[in-house]
């Protein structure tokens, strides 16, 4: 698969989580496939943990214990997760005291199978579980193996204060809800992560002030899908209907969120993801114009072009109403940078069904994507009732026509920031050479520029000269 996406996750899988907390004597190797979410999550667990005497360490070999926190989304997302295991298998040879243990969708997906399947593996914990910890591990120490996977209508680990691993120190994550009540037939999520709740935007605004006084610029507020966010006291979105009338009249929903927090921390840079089609209002919209400290850039999968294909993904929309809030948003905020998922063959795709793929991408023209073959997972609506029956070299095939199509796009959109200025927030120095910064701006395009005496966290404004399919290389003005 040739999708940014998976590089991307295979980068945030062996990145190096390291921190130190004083007093702490174990250490505690942890490593994050798949979403954002899971690497937030990651950074609960290691505040979690740190108060048990953890910090963590990049030393596989020098660990205590082990924690893969797993994603489940694609079958080759698991199947990375049992190299993995393998590795620390060998590892345990030489270190036998150390404890396994597996987090996340994996486990939630497998519980107490996993202990069959995998005998390296001492702990399953789910995601809704990560309090349990402290307890499960005990359990271990004492020579058991330990299990929760119980999920929750109300966790959202509000009051936990993640210990920020792998951090730039400009950049960071902050969750607002949790799960998914979507069922999009293809999707293994709503079954792994559970009934979408939000956090109370009280506790958000205080981990948003934290960031910020510890120097970080930018803040992404995470969600299954962020449009979907409503806070009225706690418990399940479905509910809602049967709370108090207070509860209803001061309810918070996504729009008013972004408007919050950009108000109230105006130099703060926010970004969020994922949109779904189905929940993205045009307050969220409007919320966006408002503000110039919120980044002009939606992710807004679409899955397929097509609207037969939508409703046997069980998205709730068409084509044509996705392609309204396209026109919405242009209207709205033309300067706005968009980007898709897309799944090829799907149960059931046809030819047609694939070119309404091809020409919903030609309407679009998007700055980025993210492209996926379809991939089987047990348990889900489409594994129950549909036919997996686009054969492989045809999903390859047309999952080559999008990328290269999205390619072109790609390079169109980066194409029209040649010759213009654009601020951006310095993350570091560019991989390539360390006499460059790298940095994104709004529109979330990677701007390399030489360096002067600038430093990481900076805003600055770069005049774009030339560009690649992927970044921008400018100047500082
Ligand atoms: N709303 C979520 C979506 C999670 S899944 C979010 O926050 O991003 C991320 C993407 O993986 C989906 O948009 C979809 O394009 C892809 N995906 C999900 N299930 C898949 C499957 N069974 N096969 C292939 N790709 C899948
Ligand atoms: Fe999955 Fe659809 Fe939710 S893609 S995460 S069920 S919005």
Known sequence: ???????????????????????????????????????????????ILSEQGYNTTHLLEEADLVLVNTCSIREKAEQTVRKRLEKYNAVKKINPTMKVGVLGCMAERLKAKFLEEEKIVDLVVGPDAYRDLPNLLAEVNEGRDAVNVILSKEETYGDVSPVRLNSNGVSAFVSITRGCDNMCTFCVVPFTRGRERSRDPKSILEEIKQLDQKGYKEVTLLGQNVDSYL???????????????????????????????????????????????????LDVIHTMAKHENICKYIHLPVQSGSTSVLERMNRQHTREEYME??????????????????????????????????SLMEYVKYDFGFMFAYS????????KKMEDDVPNHVKKRRLNEIIQLQQKHGLYRMEQFVGKTVEVLIEGSSKKSDLHWKGRNSQNAVVVFPKGNEQVGDFVNVFVEDCTSATLIGKKI
């Open 325 to 358: 809030l396209i026109d919405n948003i242009r209207k709205i905020l033309p300067e706005c940078a968009l980007s898709q998922d897309m799944i090829t063959g799907f149960c059931g795709e046809t030819e047609e069904e694939h070119q309404d793929t091809l």
């Open 1 to 47: 698969m040739g999708s940014e996406k998976v590089i991307e996750e295979k980068k945030q899988g062996q990145a190096l989580l390291t921190n130190y907390i004083n007093g702490n004597t174990k250490k505690l190797y942890i490593e994050s496939y798949g979403c954002q979410m899971n690497l937030n999550d990651s950074e609960i667990v290691a505040s």
């Open 231 to 281: 806070w009225y006291g706690g418990g399940l979105k479905k509910d809602f209907k049967n709370a108090s009338e207070i509860a209803k009249a001061t309810a918070v929903d996504f729009a008013q969120l972004l408007d919050l927090a950009a108000t109230e921390f105006p130099k703060t840079r926010f970004r969020f993801s994922t949109s779904n089609p189905q929940d993205m209002s």
């Open 376 to 383: 089987e997972r047990p348990g889900t609506p489409a594994a």
